[in-house]
């Protein structure tokens, strides 16, 4: 059925603030707790990116990106059609691509404050798909969305914002 797949933390409401606690300002680089609600039948595997979408001119021409990945996970085991999958705070599953900073796992929020907006929006967006991904480890999200595109069911966002003091 199309149109179920949800995406939801227990740690913020939809288009709510991210606590500190997720983000760079707690050293800890905890990823929020997810969780995945109303998956479409047929789905083998889920994805989820998270990115930030309001990076400042200056730090897309110095990277070379128009937008800042935090999150790139694939290869996710789909729970039953209709069930539910927890992704605990702090954790990883499922296969860990690179984020921007070149690294495998979570990086959190952090938005420079000497630039405007001074508050990011942070896109999770989680993809439903009938199949594995046949990447190793370490993929970009370019990679992994090239290589969903023809598998893809259904897709879910959720989005937090942040500001740094």
Known sequence: MEGTLE???????PDGVIPAKYTCDDKRELSPPLTISGVPEGTKSLVLIMDDPDIPQVVKEARGIDVFDHWVLYNIPAPPAGGKKEILEGTSIGTAGLNSVGMLGYVGPCPPPQFEPREHRYVFTLYA???????????????????????LIE???????????
């Open 7 to 13: 995406l939801t933390s227990s740690a913020f409401k």
């Open 129 to 151: 798909l009938d199949s594995l991904l046949s990447l190793g480890t370490g993929a970009t999200k370019g990679a992994v969305l090239g290589a969903l595109a023809p598998m």
């Open 155 to 165: 897709k879910a966002e959720l989005i937090g914002r942040y500001a740094r003091e």
